[in-house]
């Protein structure tokens, strides 16, 4: 057939026992060197001739696994940096979400009001009498300064504790990146570590927290900044000059604090996110296809000391990147290292050895370490307080302080101790509350580990993050109990300094001796108030038992990394995927949508690695016959005494997992201090809620 005619195809003669084979004649074509590749079932095979190709179709057999892929040989996605410029003309959404109080309006917005303030108290340097209304003269002299150093405490506060949590963020958005010591390994929040704000060399938030120290005692000096000359009538107000310098202070450094966070938020540019990552889905997927998970491998049973060390140096970058995979190029957002350092990495990392850990043992390291004030000491030091000043407070109204003390020295020294060191005193329960109230919010996530919840009772919890009263309501459609009620109370707590600010008066008699008197209305409150934290306090710390203990605090951005390196969640599910191709399913709402209508179950216990094979990890994965959930330990929660504690080692699997195994081979990587090797965090564990640690627990691998 001549070769400028079009191609024919004919049937080859069917036989009896095979199907007819199709034929086409071409022009000779020289062979190819190109190697056969099979994208599908079925493979065409040519056979070159002089003028003739015969293709056959052969059906090609799928592959019999007659052996578990090797999961010890990890292939580490390749990730290339995409800078700000290519993702802009990518149609990428630039990386500059910042949370509300770290925004241009809301700064600018509080250094006005700290200016307006920091104008008024210079105004009563050089007026330090004043005359008052007589129907405002009390509100005005006893309770406005006390009101305004709330509200200003609380600004502050807020400012600080976001910026420490998007310091990491931001760090590892600049254009060089950062290292792992200077970030995610650093503990910012929610438990933020003044020690670590210093050893990274931080001056800003070095800075916030100094100030926040000072912050401190703002709401002592306001109580005692203004004071009468008159019993009745507040009709002249007297400036306490020792409590408006210090005031003058505090509020300067409060404007130079607002002045420089504005600077470094404009400058820094990026922040590095595409939203606020308040819940552990939103760190996740941040680390959904990271080039560093097999090095956090044994951190999740490993000391925070020893992970710093191994770890502090990597240099991390957070934006956008490409990734190959294979011939596929596609764009992710997250964290990872550049290709150079993998490389480095790579070449001194192998799988470790492991070693056995009892069931037992592994019920004492779930439930190892607690916050500071979840201790049992801290238990006895709050209520003892607050038993005390309530003795106080009853005892003045006994011996008629209403009636007005007569006090034989200064006017100004008795302001010290009946006011400022009073309201100083009572302001120190606003940071045991708010610090409960941070505890019970991060803690929530993992408080039924023992039986596996839903990813909204879990993953998708954002209570971190959320605004007072917004999180109590959040907390009681989702039957949250704990969680409501010390949301509702620590912002509460901060109304108790200002009444008991408010509550003593003290009036110059002109001889260095002063008269004070107290209001029997707010008297009455204030014991209230505190006879209801004798019994609240010890009930609130003993209510949870152990189910709000992990096995070291949840303080950074590691310890998720380190509870889910391998799990299912990370390395092979596609919930936590994000297409930025896509405009619609690039948003937050849609991945997060799609773990809810997966309607998986998630634990905190013994998870299979899917990384390495026959090795468990203790951490949170998907509720499935390779997770095991591990019970808390059987106690008397609401006991005082430490000898009536009881404990028992009965743990369950999850609702698909194994019940009561025996043991778990866990890894056992040199480079790690086992949790169990050392006593529990120092500055946070509670001592007498740590089980003791058994030789049967630390048998060699």
Not at 52 to 59: E, F, K
Not at 461 to 476: F, G, R
């Amino acid at each position: 057939m001549d070769a400028e005619t079009p191609s024919e195809v004919k049937a080859a003669e069917p036989s009896d026992h095979h199907p007819p084979i199709p034929t086409f004649t071409h022009r000779p074509i020289q062979p190819s060197n190109s190697p056969f590749v099979s994208h599908n079932e079925n493979a065409t095979i040519p056979f070159q001739q002089d003028s003739l190709i015969v293709a056959v179709t052969i059906p090609i057999e799928k592959p019999v696994e007659t052996a578990e892929p090797d999961k010890d040989v990890v292939t580490i996605p390749q990730l290339r940096p995409l800078s700000d410029e290519d993702a802009h003309e990518l149609g990428l959404p630039p990386l500059n979400f910042k949370p509300f109080m770290l925004r241009r309006w809301f700064l600018c917005s509080s250094l006005a009001f700290n200016l307006l303030i920091l104008g008024l108290m210079i105004t009563l340097l050089f007026k330090p009498q004043f005359k008052v209304l007589n129907q405002w003269g009390y509100f005005f002299i006893q309770i406005f300064p006390a009101v305004v150093g709330t509200i200003t405490a609380s600004f502050l506060r807020g400012i600080t504790v976001t910026l420490s949590r998007i310091t990491p963020f931001i760090l590892c958005a600049a254009p060089t990146g950062s290292t792992a010591g200077k970030t995610i390994l650093r503990e910012y929040f929610p438990d933020p570590s003044i020690r670590d704000a210093f050893r990274t060399e931080n001056f800003i938030l070095s800075y916030a927290w100094i100030l926040f120290i000072f912050g401190s005692f703002i709401l002592g000096f306001k109580a005692s900044l203004l004071n009468t000359d008159m019993t009745e009538g507040y009709r002249e107000a007297i400036v306490a000059t020792w409590a408006l310098y210090p005031l003058i202070c505090i509020y300067s450094f409060i404007a130079l604090f607002m002045v420089a966070v504005i600077l470094k938020l404009e400058l820094a540019g990026s922040t590095g996110l595409r939203w606020d990552p308040v819940s552990l889905a939103d760190h996740l997927v941040l680390f959904r296809h990271s080039n560093f998970l097999r090095f956090f491998e044994g951190t999740d049973m490993a000391d925070r000391d020893s992970m710093s060390n191994v770890l502090s140096g990597r240099p991390l970058r957070l934006g956008y990147w490409i990734r190959v995979d294979g011939a596929n190029n596609t764009c992710w957002h997250g964290f990872g290292l550049l290709e150079s350092d993998i490389n480095e990495l790579e070449s001194r990392i192998q799988p470790g050895a492991t070693r056995k850990l009892s069931h037992e043992s592994a019920q004492n390291l779930r439930y190892r370490s607690t916050y500071t004030n979840m201790k049992r000491v801290s238990m006895y030091i709050w209520t003892t307080i607050a038993f005390v000043l309530c003795g106080l407070f009853i005892a003045a109204l006994i011996t008629d302080m209403v009636d007005g003390y007569y006090i034989p020295f200064p006017a100004n020294l008795a302001a010290f101790l009946f006011q400022f060191v009073l309201t100083f005193i009572v302001s120190q329960f606003t940071w045991f509350w708010e610090d409960l109230d941070l505890f019970t919010r991060s803690t929530q996530p993992f408080m039924h580990s023992d039986s596996p919840q839903p990813a909204a009772e879990n993953l998708l919890l954002d209570y971190n993050c959320a605004l007072p009263y917004i999180v109590t309501y959040t907390a009681l459609t989702n039957r949250h109990w704990k969680v409501a009620r010390i949301s509702a109370l620590a912002p509460l707590q901060r109304l108790l300094p200002i009444l008991v600010g408010g509550s003593i008066s003290v009036v110059d008699n002109g001889d260095y001796t002063c008269t004070c008197s107290a209001s029997l209305p707010l008297f009455i409150v204030i014991i209230i108030w505190l006879f209801v934290y004798v019994i609240l306090i010890p009930y609130e710390i003993l209510e949870a038992g152990y189910k709000r203990h992990l096995p070291r605090n949840y303080c950074s951005i590691a310890d998720i990394i380190s509870w889910t390196y391998a799990s299912k969640l990370l390395n092979e599910e596609s919930l936590l995927e994000i297409d930025l191709e896509d405009e619609e399913k690039r948003d937050r709402w849609y991945f997060q949508a799609k773990i809810q209508v997966a309607c998986k179950k998630y634990l905190f216990g013994m998870y299979k690695s899917s990384t390495r094979n026959d090795v468990y990890c203790m951490g949170i994965d998907e509720d499935s016959t390779d997770a095991n959930s591990i019970s808390p330990p059987d106690v008397r929660e609401l006991s005082w005494l430490p000898g009536v504690r009881r404990r028992s080692r009965i743990g369950d699997g999850g609702e698909k997992g194994e019940a009561e195994q025996e043991g778990f081979d866990v890894s056992a990587d040199p480079r790690w201090t086992f949790l169990l090797d050392v006593k529990a965090e120092s500055n946070t564990a509670d001592m007498n809620a740590v089980p003791e640690v058994r030789q049967e627990g630390q048998e060699e691998a």
